[in-house]
């Protein structure tokens, strides 16, 4: 007897073996069967919707691609008489959907949903066939939106409904301040708009329409409370004060209401977080107020004046340098704007100081001033005591002047004001082509007196400008005579019109001195520094071309008294003057220069009271 096999297998694995073979049994069979239902179905429902699929809430399922449609198209979401709501904040209204580019395709639609279940992704197959056959699966229609359609009916919309965003401000009416209200700014988003009315659409949703909006919100919406702090700007007077350490510590500048106003304006600025408006003035209106504020307040600095002691040969000091000033316009500027910003009603002015370039202490060796280099006069022989006033007070403002080296001294500028106000008095001069009374007669004879020492101290003359006619006391000489080797050495000065100029070319300081010696009728000039060894020769015409003047004028004056006759005007010879000057170095010649003077003639004139029997009644052969 043969005997059976052995048997490897364990019962627990031969179960296993069976159930695994039962199961994947049962898998193909189930396959199988669900791959032939899947056929049967498409073959079924050959040219017609697949069961369970809807619409807009129709079923469509068994139609065809036609009946769909026109299912679709009786029972579509908005027909010719339908309207969508659409709103913009706060305000809504009725549009017909053609009107925002939206057309419902059923044609389209219909396709889409017969081609449900057998086009399409895989997974949009499989889903439909494990589930949508034995349930209601609702697809989307398709409506389609013109975007251009939708662009110029939302711009439409936005035209007539956005707003600016606009800020809290406040204005002036007069002094009177007003506080105007912020508003709140929108703007339709149209592209984020179209977006949404098609993906509403698709949705198949026709239920209002919530335009997208942008909302802008100002920094300030409410001024009124900055309002309140601007009015009391305006209720009070504005004052700029000198700061202490300053001669004229307390004086002010004062700025009324009715000019604050027009100056005044109001900034937007980020205080803790939060915006404030903050009152300014304008500032090219208050940067022309400094202006004239630093006119009146600037301080020239002036360096100390000294006399040559020639015993000693030190300088002896006649008066202290002055330190001088001048407005900080742009810290001036801060300070007011930070005093008003606070609310304030005064503001300290910001000055610069400016130091004299010599110091009381300076001594003669170092500036060079070591002895006299020149000493010119000029006398005045017959001036009255109103052209001796003018000719003592303009020659003091030149008593102890020191000139830098190297600088072009002006005269007109070192002078200062010719006024009354200024200790000058009235006394002839020539003006217009006549001698008539003018305040500061007689400075002329300082300025020629300058002029000469100048001249014959070999500085180059940068300007200088002769009298209209040959004045008798600038040829005068200590006899009191005339000397006609001085004409064409006179000089005028008409502040601040017409100047005299001469160069300090040396590398050393010139202190000059003045002296009116009334005894003598005479004004000398002393130039002190350090001889460089230079000397002047002159070589003059003297007067020549001479013309004879017109015959005296006589004309009337209804201020003289009857048979009163005046005399205004003196005659003097019409000439041209050539002078020549030559300045030498240790015997060579380092410059020349000529000055040409042309005299006009002048007649003498003469002024009669009324009812005077004068040669001449009117003004004849002008």
């Known amino acids: 007897m043969q005997d059976n096999p052995p048997n490897d297998l364990s019962p627990f694995l031969r179960l296993t073996l069976q159930a695994l073979f039962v199961f994947f049994a049962g898998l193909f069979v189930f396959l199988f069967l669900w791959f032939a239902s899947i056929i049967v179905d498409q073959v079924w429902h050959a040219g017609r919707i697949l069961p369970g699929i809807s619409m807009n809430r129709i079923d469509l399922s068994g139609l065809e691609i036609d009946q769909a449609a026109q299912m679709l198209e009786s029972g579509m979401m908005f027909g010719e008489n339908d309207e969508l709501t659409l709103q913009y904040a706060d305000i809504s209204w009725q549009a017909h959907p053609f009107q925002i580019g939206l057309q419902f395709n059923a044609s389209a639609s219909a396709r889409k949903a017969f081609e449900y279940g057998r086009k399409g992704p895989l997974g949009s197959f499989l889903a439909y066939q494990f589930l949508g056959r034995h349930s209601s699966y609702e697809l989307q229609p398709i409506v389609t939106l013109d975007e251009k359609t939708a662009w110029d009916y939302l711009s439409m919309v936005s035209n007539e409904f956005d707003l600016p965003m606009e800020e809290a401000g406040l204005t002036l009416n007069g002094t009177q301040v007003i506080a105007q209200s912020g508003q709140i700014g929108r703007t339709l988003d149209i592209p984020a708009s179209i977006n949404l009315i098609a993906d509403q659409m698709r949705k198949a949703d026709i239920s209002t329409i919530q335009l997208v909006i942008e909302e802008r919100r100002p920094e300030i919406i409410d001024a009124s409370a900055f309002a309140s702090q601007a009015q009391v700007i305006l209720s009070r007077s504005f004052e700029f004060a000198i700061p202490d350490g300053q001669s004229d510590v307390g004086r002010t500048f004062n700025i009324t209401p009715e000019k604050i106003a027009p100056m005044l304006t109001f900034t937007r600025q980020i205080n803790n977080s939060q915006a404030v408006l903050i009152p300014q003035f304008r500032e090219d209106l208050l940067l022309a107020y400094l202006v004239d504020i630093a006119d009146r307040t600037a301080i020239r600095p002036q360096n100390p004046r000294f006399i040559f002691n020639d015993d000693t040969r030190q300088l002896d000091l006649l008066t202290s340098a002055v330190t001088g000033r001048e407005l900080n316009t742009n810290e001036s500027i801060q300070s007011i704007q930070s005093a008003i910003a606070a609310n304030q009603s005064s503001a300290l002015l910001v000055f610069n100081s400016l130091t004299p370039e010599i110091t009381d202490s300076a001594s003669a060796a170092e500036l060079g001033i070591t002895e006299l280099l020149i000493a ?91 009298h209209a006619y040959r004045v008798s006391y600038y040829e005068k000489t200590s006899g ?45 000039w002393k130039f002190y520094s350090t001889s460089d060894s230079r000397s002047v020769e002159m070589v003059t015409t003297g007067p020549v071309n001479i013309v004879e003047p017109k015959k005296p004028l006589y004309t009337v004056n209804s201020k003289l008294s009857a048979g009163e006759i005046k005399q205004v005007d003196w005659e003097a010879d019409g000439a041209d003057v050539r002078v020549e000057r030559y300045v030498y170095r240790d015997g060579a010649l380092i410059a020349s220069d000529t000055f040409l003077t042309h005299y006009a003639p002048w007649r003498a004139v003469y002024e009669c009271g009324p009812g005077t029997d004068c040669p001449i009644s009117k003004e004849e052969d002008e």
């Not at 000065?493 to 003045?514: A, I």
């Open 376 to 466: 010119e006069s000029s006398y005045f022989y017959g001036s009255s005591e109103p052209r001796i006033q003018n000719i003592e007070k303009a020659a003091s403002e030149f008593h102890g002047l020191l000139v830098p080296p190297g600088t072009t001294f002006s005269m007109a500028a070192s002078m200062g004001d010719v006024s009354l106000d200024n200790g000058y008095t009235e006394a002839l001069i020539i003006f217009n082509g006549r001698t008539i009374e003018g305040v500061g007669g007689g400075v002329c004879q300082v300025s020629t007196t300058l002029f000469r020492t100048a001249f014959f101290s070999g500085f180059p003359i940068v300007e200088r400008y002769p």
């Open 480 to 524: 009191n005579g005339r000397d006609a080797d001085l004409a064409g050495l006179d000089a005028t000065v008409y502040v601040p019109l017409v100047d005299l100029k001469f160069t300090n070319d040396t590398p050393y300081w010139l202190l000059m001195e003045t002296y009116v010696n009334r005894g003598a009728n005479r004004i000398t």
